[in-house]
């Protein structure tokens, strides 16, 4: 008689000589035979495979599969894609003077549905230009999904809404985005992101993280292709930078942008301000202006550590 052996979430079947050995399974009798002794430890095996085999990569079947299963179920879709459409019956159907049928049935799904697809498709696409892990794109689905439900931003363009849903799922994923990075791969303003983001706070209650220097600092300086001992640096400057308060008012972003332009000044991988301005989306003005609130105390900012190429008197004043 064969025996079980009882996992922690599932029954595997094994062979009560030999329950280490991986069972064979006849396709054709429906059994699970034993390798080392042919016991045949399961019958009547259902075979989940189709009845036909499948050449996708033969041009004649046009890659499609003829499996007799739909898509993956979908969760925030109402009715998780398992609703039925029932076809007009063709005998009662009204023909107009040319013999064409009056009413044609071209809608295989509801009108909230495509709109919630559409959304998650645009949400999508926007995560595959971020280069963001799917994560982040599966709470920016649930948030739309949230939003949607609650009818509280109705008649805002739902481009918009989902643009601000990824802003926020990327800021309580911890790898936030600034709004000229979102706005960026969709076709929303950045006022009307900005906006629409407020709302959603306001009538989902939910909260986001403060950013800081911190968030953006490795993203940037990887892109602008600064050694680590500079961003090191540049992390260093923007925090002494803010608990010194030299730069009250500023955004984390403008702080960050000015930290790495005066850690590069200082080292032998020098940056402009427009080179900086145009990785963290910062306008030149905006990094002196706050590079200019952080010179006078350039010697409290760098570690205590830091190898100089640039001494600080040989700083640029702006």
Known sequence: ?????RGPKTKQICCPEHPYANLVEDYHAG??????CGLVVGDRVVDVGTEWRTFSNEKSTGNKDPS???AAENPLLDGGDLST????????MSYDEHGKPMYKNRRTMSSADRALINAFREIGNMGDRLNLPKMIAD????????VNDGKALKGRSNDAIAAACMYIACRQEGVPRTFKEICAVSKISK???????KLILKNLETNVELITTGDFMSRFCSNLGLPTSVQKAATHIARKAVEMDLVAGRSPISVAA????????????????????????????TIRQAYKQMYPRAHDLFPADYKFFTPVEQLPTQ
């Open 85 to 92: 459409m029932i076809q007009v019956d063709p005998t009662s």
């Open 31 to 36: 059994d699970m035979i034993c390798p080392e």
């Open 258 to 285: 000015s930290a790495i332009y005066m850690a590069s000044q200082a080292s032998a991988d020098k940056k402009n301000q427009k080179e900086i301005g145009d990785i963290a989306g910062v306008a030149e003005v």
């Open 68 to 70: 007799r299963v739909g």
């Open 1 to 5: 008689m064969a025996s079980t052996s």
């Open 191 to 197: 006022k009307e992101i900005g906006r629409v983001f």
């Open 139 to 146: 709470r920016a689905n649930n948030l739309f999904k949230q």
